[in-house]
């Protein structure tokens, strides 16, 4: 019987792996699971649970749910959020560190909530920290720390939706009435859309998703092409296809992590990688190991309602949704023998309406909102505000050689 007794040891890594049958899995890859709920890769190696999160920012004042969140280093205390009024028009809030209140920032312009689902914030800097809004219905606005401007310029897009500050000019898409257009302003005047100024628009050939800079171009995404701007003024702005049989199905699963621009295309989750060879781009999958999980997310969930944040130490991707009971994905980088590779899990148990992240000082705040209207900070505690973290690793099946003989483990040590 001694004769029979095997010995081995397991290093958790690997990650979350459904795309491959049980048994090679158990005996190529034994560290990773075939079920990961609410673990993340440790820096320390192997896997731990996620840390909670605690309502920190309390309750926003209005009525329905959080409709956006934004880290703004040096404005304010730094910490902003929207919600649709119950009275009047001043949606747009910051929070109070000293009084622990949200105070409410004079919106001018009369901006409606009627129709809006998410509010963008974008933090920026031309000459001072501001934040630009985005709510696809009323005019883009930005805010400087003391006074909300709307962006009324009779050659700027009416409600557009997404937008990005690039080469000192405020970029701005998204409008329904222009889905083809890329308005920019003129350079470091966000409120001025005149060409006698610089300003101008190009229309692209395709509905326009999202707008991302990556290193010195501007990516432009649609459903089904990608495209990018080069250049730093309207004498030298030029636009390459970067692929027409590729886009992007969710304009807030873009994201950069760790120097690579990350989004969620109709085949799975795909970075912008630049290559050896200068101007080229990589664009392979990598969500091979939860290609089931992530095709699952784009047949059945609303993108609109989607999030994502980043959590920078960590070198760590969310995806979120606006219901705790929809399984959203984390990612997280780890060193393998080959290189840096992803490891994913399951995130459940997290009702975020949007999210944000970004440094205050030298501190880094992953915050998100949610639907009854709480501003909630990530990384703190061991709960969800309270209520207990659910926590799920399951092993691949472990055959000790034999899979038709059935084995008798007589100890089993975890660290």
């Given at each position: 019987?001694?004769?029979?007794?095997?010995?081995?040891?397991?290093?958790?890594?690997?990650?979350?792996?459904?795309?491959?049958?049980?048994?090679?899995?158990?005996?190529?890859?034994?560290?990773?699971?075939?079920?990961?709920?609410?673990y993340e890769p440790s820096l320390n190696g192997g896997y731990r649970r996620i840390s909670g999160f605690t309502n920190s920012y309390g309750t926003v004042t209005g009525t329905g749910k959080v409709l956006g969140v934004c880290v703004a280093n040096g404005i304010n205390d730094g910490i902003f959020a929207c919600r649709a009024p119950t009275s009047g028009s001043n949606y747009f809030h910051k929070w109070n560190a000293t009084t622990e209140t949200w105070d409410a920032i004079t919106t001018s312009g009369s901006p409606t909530m009627s129709g809006v689902s998410k509010v963008r914030m974008l933090p920026y800097n031309f000459s001072e920290d501001r934040i630009l809004l985005l709510d696809g219905v009323n005019p883009a606005s930005f805010y400087d720390g003391t006074t909300y401007t709307q962006i009324t310029s009779s050659t700027a897009p009416s409600a557009p939706s997404i937008g990005v500050a690039f080469k000192n000019h405020i970029f701005l898409s998204g409008d329904t009435s222009d889905p083809y257009s890329l308005h920019f302003s003129a350079p470091f005047d966000e409120t001025d859309f005149t060409p006698a100024s610089g300003a101008g628009a190009i229309n692209v050939g395709f509905e326009i998703v999202q707008v991302k800079?990556?290193?010195?171009?501007?990516?432009?995404?649609?459903?089904?092409?990608?495209?990018?701007?080069?250049?730093?003024?309207?004498?030298?702005?030029?636009?390459?296809?970067?692929?027409?049989?590729?886009?992007?199905?969710?304009?807030?699963?873009?994201?950069?992590?760790?120097?690579?621009?990350?989004?969620l295309g109709p085949d799975g989750l795909r970075p912008v990688s630049g290559t050896a060879k200068i101007g080229?781009?990589?664009?392979?999958?990598?969500?091979?190991?939860?290609?089931?999980?992530?095709?699952?997310?784009?047949?059945?969930?609303?993108?609109?309602?989607?999030?994502?944040?980043?959590?920078?130490?960590?070198?760590?991707?969310?995806?979120?949704?606006?219901?705790?009971?929809?399984?959203?994905?984390?990612?997280?980088?780890?060193?393998?023998?080959?290189?840096?590779?992803?490891?994913?899990?399951?995130?459940?148990?997290?009702?975020?309406?949007?999210?944000?992240?970004?440094?205050?000082?030298?501190?880094?705040?992953?915050?998100h909102g949610d639907s009854s209207g709480k501003v909630?900070?990530?990384?703190?505690?061991?709960?969800?505000?309270?209520?207990?973290?659910?926590?799920?690793?399951?092993?691949?099946?472990?055959?000790?050689g034999d899979p038709e003989l059935r084995k008798l483990f007589y100890k089993v040590s975890t660290f």
């Open positions: 019987m001694a004769d029979d007794l095997q010995v081995q040891t397991i290093s958790c890594a690997g990650g979350l792996d459904t795309s491959r049958d049980v048994l090679s899995q158990g005996q190529q890859q034994p560290g990773s699971a075939v079920r990961l709920i609410n800079p990556f290193r010195n171009e501007l990516y432009i995404f649609g459903t089904n092409q990608i495209k990018k701007l080069a250049g730093t003024s309207i004498a030298d702005f030029t636009v390459d296809t970067v692929t027409s049989d590729l886009g992007c199905i969710a304009a807030d699963s873009v994201m950069e992590i760790a120097g690579d621009l990350l989004f080229d781009v990589n664009l392979e999958t990598v969500s091979i190991p939860i290609q089931a999980i992530i095709s699952d997310i784009i047949e059945n969930q609303d993108p609109d309602k989607l999030s994502s944040v980043v959590v920078r130490q960590k070198s760590q991707f969310r995806i979120l949704f606006e219901t705790a009971e929809t399984l959203g994905v984390i990612g997280g980088l780890r060193q393998s023998p080959n290189g840096l590779a992803f490891e994913y899990g399951q995130l459940l148990g997290i009702d975020a309406t949007c999210a944000a992240g970004g440094y205050i000082g030298k501190t880094e705040h992953i915050i909630h900070r990530q990384e703190l505690g061991t709960s969800f505000d309270g209520t207990e973290i659910f926590s799920l690793f399951q092993t691949p099946f472990y055959h000790f």
